[in-house]
């Protein structure tokens, strides 16, 4: 069966019955159909008070994973999993994923509510518009570019120079067209022309200032910081200044808001916030994690692609901004992708090869490294696929003792909560031992040390090569008095370097960073380094072509 | 109290118990919070069904309104009144309006959910976001043509021309800088270079769509008819010729459902699809409609702006197409409006002016002349604001009398349903006469002909100029088989012309067909006269400026 016709076989029970599981009442959730539900403000505010008490909240464990291939290691999978296997070893676990956005659904990758019998449901909702929050996004995103547009033709009042307005419109979709575009040609009853650009949703400021907000003032807050471009005088222009905060606040009052669903095995799971970990920080929404841990002994997350990406996020910005620390980390790897890092061309990974398994290693080595550098406890899961040989499962885990670190079988695809029970039993004894966390890097180190931390520490190149642009807008963003914000690094997912061909475990190289720009209201500094760009392009055969529904409203192809 | 205010003020019942008066059980809802929720397919299937037995459906009641000022004559206002005013008199009353776009909200008009004690409600969610019916359009309208600029950019095996792809994205924004854009700039991976428009969600063809679709199968085939552009060897493309339909589709199954909300007074109504009137076609959804139909004894409905938009397509493409027809219409009139269109500034609208009114009547009596031509009764309703005068009331009321009709007051803005009660009674006794509904005009008269008689029957110009470019694609749509269609006009609502300074009844005029454009998918072709766009911009002050927020979620100044 196929994930999709696994998860419509399945028969949910009503998440009224599944949030009173976890102590929260009908009264204090709004329903999206009889298996969505948000958690209402008072609620909300009530979890929040109990996770900021750190004596009351439930230990958290990050999911990350190994360099991926381009369909992904099953992280959402083995997330889903483990917190069911948690569950059913009989401690009571809560899931916070993040929410696919249509781009990847559409795209190449699929959606992101797990697979075979570790999903979230209904899969189809959750993957499409579920309760609205992207869509929310999207429309507050576009609502700023409209007011900031609409000031250049109605006069300018501010002075701003439309050549420096970094303000990107957005749509939640793979549209390479969207790039790079001109807009406002006509005649004068049609605009100020200028270049623009689109960028997927998911990538956007507001995506992040959503994830990152705890209360409506706090996003107002963020919302008014944000830079949308310079003056004629280079003055920083914020949108604060056009005075229309409240209006792009009230498309998002819901947007906020967690998502309740339920697994397969009928386990909780806050759903919200999603961010790319390649273009963005990668992580759920901290109200999602805040309301897992208030309700949860044991809350499982995941942080998008490998550690390098969306763990780092994870750490450096969002455990770091708000006070929580992770108390284990899980490792995902797969047979399939060891050996792809092993030099095995796509055609062979199903072919027992232990030698291209034990040069990919390299790999998860430096991912288990790297998580030991923030005093993390790991544990790597072998997302167990059915062309995986005994003596390719013995000898990663073999390699996982020789790198200080234990490797687990994790069977959820197959198995669902069953699966991942030993998975689950190592992460109950990880947690026992004491963590250390610590994020990377000093806040008060400069923005350009800080990268360069990144990339050494982290992506192991020799040094980085910033472009001239890129080293100016550092000092103006430094002069301004951002230089303490964390940076949020946008490149490929597909090595841990900046160049997706350089697979394993790079080192010696250079990593070039491109541009750099700020996310004043998000509180970090984006850098993009490599060809990495926040549009992300359809492939020649997109997953569209094999979705369809039926009269019914049935869907089919969806994976 | 403002509007919202007292939509705040006002406790709501369960959106079950609004369903349950009208025979839909929990069952066949799917509920978004409290309430608002939409109905089940297997609910709509036997809705449809009841609907399609003209012996077991209720009565049609379209209102529509004068030639408005800029902020609307209470259309809306009048609508859920008179609802609410025939429920008061103990007739089982539903009604069905169109769902807001959300840029008059941010812009000029604001919301659609009526206004002072006759409103829909929760205001503020069917103003924002409501079940996100206008979002999904967005995405799908926006998928569309991300999969068309990948077909460009994937080798063109269809050989589309880029300089004739007419397929548009959308916001739902006023966004005047998207009327003209450059897209596909950059380098070779960013697309492929070529101009392109953005229009308003609500103007889009998909959402005429999902207007006019009864059901999904339905929906995919006019998606697969739409006419997205021209190989280079000008044989028109279809979108079905991408083969993603399905993937659209899925995007819109739940936007193809009505949705149920209430009045402040606790009567049911479903509001869904929002087209423009000017732009676009203007009425709520076909299945809304039905809906309406199957569970009503009497069924108010609207259609939007002035007779010469709404009204007519109302009857020319909703009622034709799907075999219904009103049972009487309601003409709303405001004492302000007449005085505007018999010459009086804006300032002075709320002094006492008989001279002016009684040339201004002009105006409605060229609506009432127009709805007859149509065999359907009329009555006009005065939408009461507090400047009105007795002495103006009373003038209005013997115009009508002399211009055939009758008018009569409501007060339903300040007093609910108890200020429609007159205007019910009238409506039971109108809809007791016999009502012998017809189109305007025969669909198989040519498009030119048939644009000829709009302009002269219903805009009473005396002559249409058509752009040689227009003839050229009225010949070229006739050719290819499109010729039997209706025609949509789009023009100014500000005027019975095309031309928003020719108050009051213009007559003696050329009215100038600018441009044609195909909707082979809604079945349709759309006419533009004037200087109408299809993307409004936004005024100097707009309003989200007013707009806020607080911690609670509670929203302010919206209207």
């Not at 991912?367 to 696929?385: L, P, S």
């Not at 642009?469 to 490929?492: D, F, N, R, W």
């Not at 190289?509 to 004043?520: G, I, M, T």
Request: a neutral charge; proline letters at 4%; one cysteine or more.
């Amino acid at each position: 069966m196929t994930d999709i016709e696994i998860a419509q076989k399945n028969v949910m029970i009503p998440v009224t019955e599944i949030a009173s599981k976890i102590g929260i009442s009908e009264e204090s959730l709004e329903l999206y159909g009889k298996y969505k539900a948000k958690v209402s403000f008072a609620k909300l505010k009530a979890l929040q008070a109990k996770a900021a008490d750190s004596s009351s909240r439930g230990k958290l464990i990050l999911v990350t994973a190994m360099t991926p291939t381009a369909a992904g290691e099953g992280k959402s999978t083995v997330t889903i999993a483990l917190g069911d296997g948690l569950n059913k070893i009989g401690k009571k676990t809560v899931i916070a994923l993040r929410e696919p956005s249509l781009g990847p659904c559409f795209g190449v990758k699929g959606g992101a509510c797990g697979g075979g019998y570790a999903q979230v449901v209904p899969m189809e909702d959750i993957n499409l518009h579920f309760t609205g929050d992207i869509h929310a996004i999207t429309a507050a995103n576009n609502l700023m570019a409209a007011l900031i547009d609409n000031h250049l033709q109605q006069g300018n009042e501010l002075g701003i120079d439309p050549r420096t307005i970094s303000w990107k419109r957005c749509v939640d979709l793979n549209d390479r067209a969207l790039r790079n575009v001109i807009i406002g040609l006509g005649s004068r009853i049609d605009g100020v022309p200028r270049e623009s650009h689109f960028q997927i949703s998911v990538a956007s400021e507001i995506m992040a200032i959503v994830c990152l907000s705890k209360t409506i003032s706090e996003l107002k807050d963020r919302i008014n910081r944000i830079t949308i471009g310079e003056t004629y005088s280079k003055r920083p222009v914020t949108f604060g200044e056009l005075k229309c905060t409240g209006a792009v606040a009230a498309l998002l009052k819901d947007a906020i808001r967690p998502n309740l669903v339920q697994t397969l095995e009928k386990n909780p799971a806050f759903i919200h916030g999603g961010p790319f970990a390649n273009i963005a920080h990668g992580c759920n929404s901290i109200n999602a994690t805040l309301c897992a841990l208030a309700t949860g002994d044991y809350v499982v997350t995941e942080a998008g692609f490998a550690a390098d990406l969306g763990a780092e996020k994870f750490m450096d910005i969002k455990c770091r901004l708000n006070g929580i620390a992770p108390d284990a980390a899980v490792i995902v790897a797969t047979i399939r992708a060891l050996k792809m890092h092993g030099g095995v061309a796509k055609a062979d990974l199903g072919i027992e090869n232990l030698d291209a398994l034990r040069a990919g290693f390299a790999n998860v080595k430096c991912h288990i490294e790297n998580m030991k550098k923030f005093g993390v406890n790991v544990v790597v899961a072998v997302n167990k696929f059915i062309s995986d040989t005994d003596a390719e499962i013995e000898l990663v885990k073999k390699l996982a003792l020789d790198a200080g670190s234990e490797a687990v079988l994790c069977e959820g695809w197959g198995k669902g909560g069953d699966g991942a029970k030993e998975l689950a039993l190592k992460i109950v004894e990880l947690t026992q031992k004491p963590s250390a966390f610590k994020p990377l890097y000093d806040l008060k180190l400069g923005l350009k040390e800080k990268i360069e931390t990144l990339a050494k520490e982290i992506y192991r190149a020799d040094h980085v090569e910033f472009d001239p642009k890129a080293l100016k807008k550092i000092s103006a963003y430094s002069a301004a008095g951002y230089g303490e914000l964390p940076v949020c690094m946008a490149k490929t997912q597909n090595s841990i370097s900046h160049d997706k061909s350089m697979l394993g475990s790079p080192s010696g190289y250079v990593f070039p960073v491109r541009d750099v720009q700020l996310y004043s209201g998000a509180g970090f500094v984006v850098a993009f380094a490599g060809d990495i760009v926040d549009m992300p392009g359809l492939p020649k055969a997109p997953s569209a072509l094999n979705i369809d529904v039926d009269d019914d409203g049935l869907i089919s192809g969806l994976f």
